[in-house]
């Protein structure tokens, strides 16, 4: 993994290492579907986990619990960091 995406997961899991608060919580967004592209794709992890991400982000914007402004935003992430889930 890239050491700004470690170090993020770093300073989320730090904040919540017991999983208490709920905070940890963004770190499951699109992360169990991603196991299942894992498993019936026979992709990479970091592939499957971000097409999980891709769906969970389209899925919230279709139920309108994702803002058009946060869907671009989040969109944008996703596809600048695209290259280096593969």
């Not at 169990?32 to 592939?47: A, K, S």
């Not at 914007?61 to 803002?67: A, D, F, H, Y």
Request: glycine share 6%.
């Amino acid at each position: 993994l890239l050491p700004h995406v470690i170090q993020s997961k770093f300073e989320v899991v730090s904040r919540d290492p017991l999983e208490k608060t709920g905070e940890r919580h963004v770190l499951n967004l699109g992360h169990t579907l991603g196991h299942v592209f894992e498993l019936e794709q026979l992709l990479p992890h970091g592939v499957a986990v971000h097409r999980g991400l891709e769906f969970a982000l389209e899925w919230g914007r279709m139920l309108n619990v994702v803002s058009d402004r946060h869907y671009q935003q989040m969109r944008d992430v996703l596809m600048k960091n695209r290259t280096a889930a593969i």
